[in-house]
T-cell receptor, first 110, second 116 residues
Framework: EDKVVQSPLSLVVHEGDTVTLNCSYE??????LLWYKQEKKAPTFLFML????IEKKSGRLSSILDKKELFSILNITATQTGDSAIYLC??????????FGKGTLLTVNP | EAQVTQNPRYLITVTGKKLTVTCSQN?????MSWYRQDPGLGLRQIYY???????DKGDVPEGYKVSRKEKRNFPLILESPSPNQTSLYFC???????????????FGQGTRLTVV
């Protein structure tokens, strides 16, 4: 059975801090790993990673995948209160099946 | 505007009364999927479809049916809803890239279903 584990489950930081969110997986025939941000409603796409060791960046957010050790990290630097959300990791495996982790709830306090 | 549209957004129903939640996308995506989201359990996949007339079970398919007769629509059917199907439901769609890769998924706004 495919499995995606995110850690920590929740995290409280102050504005300006840097955070690292973790995602480890056991998936049959790995195809891609995707990160999403979910505020009050639907998840919104952040990154898709398919190759090991190549960092994807968007502003203060970045992510990298390690296919040998089966994990990915999402970094957020200089956090802002608007970064408060649930961050979801999902892994695509065989037959286009997509498995999500339970998410990390990030709270950024002013 | 590219979007995935779910209806209804909110629904309260009684046990055993058949219901359908509709999902439509305007991006010509091959792949569509249904998820339920419950506190502490995250997003769990119910069913997915790789193209018209091609569907497969996700992790929690029991009590649900789907159909994909047209590329843009992927309705979720609860033939006999029960209280344990009370949840927040999301529909999503995406292109399928080469080599079996799922690209970015676009999500609908969610349907909050309560079964009493």
């Amino acid at each position: 059975e495919d499995k995606v584990v995110q850690s920590p489950l929740s995290l409280v930081v102050h504005e300006g801090d840097t955070v690292t969110l973790n995602c480890s997986y056991e998936v049959t025939n790995f195809r891609s790993l995707l990160w999403y941000k979910q505020e009050k409603k639907a998840p919104t796409f952040l990154f898709m990673l398919t190759s090991s060791g190549i960092e994807k960046k968007s502003g203060r957010l970045s992510s990298i995948l390690d296919k040998k050790e089966l994990f990915s990290i999402l970094n957020i630097t200089a956090t802002q209160t608007g970064d408060s959300a649930i961050y979801l990791c999902a892994v695509g495996g065989s037959n286009y099946k997509l498995t999500f982790g339970k998410g990390t709830l990030l709270t950024v306090n002013p | 505007e590219a979007q995935v549209t779910q209806n209804p957004r909110y629904l309260i129903t009684v046990t055993g009364k058949k219901l359908t939640v509709t999902c439509s996308q305007n991006m010509n995506h091959e792949y569509m999927s249904w998820y339920r989201q419950d506190p502490g359990l995250g997003l769990r996949q119910i069913y997915y479809s790789m193209n018209v007339e091609v569907t497969d079970k996700g992790d929690v398919p029991e009590g649900y049916k789907v159909s994909r007769k047209e590329k843009r629509n992927f309705p979720l059917i609860l033939e006999s809803p029960s209280p344990n199907q009370t949840s927040l439901y999301f529909c999503a769609s995406s292109f399928t890239g080469g080599a079996g890769i799922l690209t970015e998924a676009f999500f609908g706004q969610g349907t909050r279903l309560t079964v009493v």
